[in-house]
């Protein structure tokens, strides 16, 4: 089992910033990937960004160039750092864990159904 706890959500104005956290406990020795997923209120939780266990990353084309996924491996910790941010970024933010043992790219973790582990989610609230 993976624990997730994500933190650093928050009001913020349009165009700051914010940085979001991600801690794993448990076996993370088993992580595959660990991806950022958000979900407006009425709508899907929808992929954001990924980072594997290789280093490779993945981002939605709608925060490309303004979100960056980076990881701190002594930590166990991801984090996304989310600059000029926009209304339509607000959302529940979760954290998710993936352990698979072949070696997939970033692009087939943009699908939620590969996850295992999911975090709590952070509320992340941009206003104009």
């Known amino acids: 089992q993976v624990q997730l706890v994500e933190s650093g959500g928050g009001l913020v104005q349009a165009g700051g910033s914010l940085r979001l956290s991600c801690a794993a406990s448990g076996r993370t020795f088993s992580i595959s990937a660990t991806g950022w997923f958000r979900q407006a209120p009425g709508k899907e939780r929808d992929f954001v960004a990924v980072?594997?266990?290789?280093?490779?990353?993945n981002y939605a084309d709608s925060v490309k160039g303004r979100f960056t996924i980076s990881r701190d491996n002594a930590k166990n910790t991801v984090y996304l750092e989310m600059n000029s941010l926009k209304p339509e970024d607000t959302g529940v933010y979760y954290c998710?864990?993936?352990?698979?043992?072949?070696?997939?790219?970033?692009?087939?973790?943009?699908?939620?159904?590969?996850?295992?582990?999911w975090g709590q989610g952070t509320q992340v609230t941009v206003s104009s």
């Open positions: 980072i594997t266990s290789g280093g490779g990353t």
């Open positions: 998710a864990c993936a352990a698979f043992t072949y070696p997939y790219g970033a692009s087939f973790y943009e699908a939620k159904e590969n996850y295992r582990y």
